[in-house]
């Protein structure tokens, strides 16, 4: 009985290493930054100026593990800053943290973000969700473009920010390009006062078949411990 139990134990940590992983990104003001299992890209000037890049290597996931080795990079063109006055809009209707929620980077007209994820594993597939939120008033949409990485359907995705309280928008099913890389850009819309980004939340997918072969391997193995009882 308890190697029948060791045995089921090892299976379902089996699949579990096949199950998705998410990782965490907060975008905002260096003051305001998300602890725990989160990442933090920030900005340190509430007034527009010139915003050198940033980079994480090895993404920390939501269980406080870098098992993707999953790097960041956030290149800035133009001017932008940021800002954490969300706190009047609580409570939010996402899972996120207040800190995450509130803050943001922003952009004026000009302005582009361009995120790259790399090392990325090309036999996963990977969901992008963005979140983007203001205090304010008239219209604020921001325009999120995938750019490298092969996705169904159309590239682009629009979020309006004011007063957002959970609204997202989603890359789904994204495959990685040859060079095992997925990025994006962020800029306002045409029209719009600014472009925001709040939050993003990256899940790894694995492909179906994967798990299936994992599940299948896993029962081969509990029918031979059987077999030899």
């Known amino acids: ?45 509430t007034g527009q100026y010139i915003w050198p890049s940033q980079s994480i290597t090895g993404l920390v996931d939501a269980n406080g593990l870098q098992t993707g080795g999953i790097n960041l990079e956030a290149v800035a063109t133009g001017t932008i800053a940021n800002n954490n006055d969300g706190g009047s809009l609580s409570p939010y209707s996402t899972s996120y943290p207040l800190s995450a929620n ?36 008239g219209s604020r949409i921001t325009q999120y473009d995938l750019t490298t990485g092969t996705i169904a359907g159309s590239t682009q995705r629009l979020l309006e920010a004011v007063d957002n309280k959970g609204n997202t928008v989603t890359f789904a099913s994204i495959t990685p390009d040859i060079n095992n890389e997925i990025a994006f850009t962020v800029q306002r819309q045409s029209g719009s006062s600014y472009g925001y980004i709040n939050v993003l939340e990256i899940t790894a997918i694995p492909e179906p078949g994967s798990i299936a072969l994992l599940v299948l391997g896993g029962l081969s193995f509990f029918v031979v411990l059987r077999r030899r009882k």
């Open 102 to 137: 509130q803050d943001f980077i922003y952009f004026d007209s000009g302005d582009l973000m361009t995120i790259t994820l790399s090392n990325l594993n090309n036999t996963l597939t990977y969901d992008l969700k963005l979140f983007s939120s203001r205090d304010a008033s």
């Open 1 to 45: 009985m308890k190697k029948y139990m060791l045995s089921t134990l090892f299976i379902l940590a089996w699949v579990q290493c096949a199950s998705a992983a998410t990782y965490y990104v907060d975008f905002g003001a260096a003051n305001n930054t998300t602890t725990g299992n989160w990442n933090n890209i920030t900005a340190n000037q």
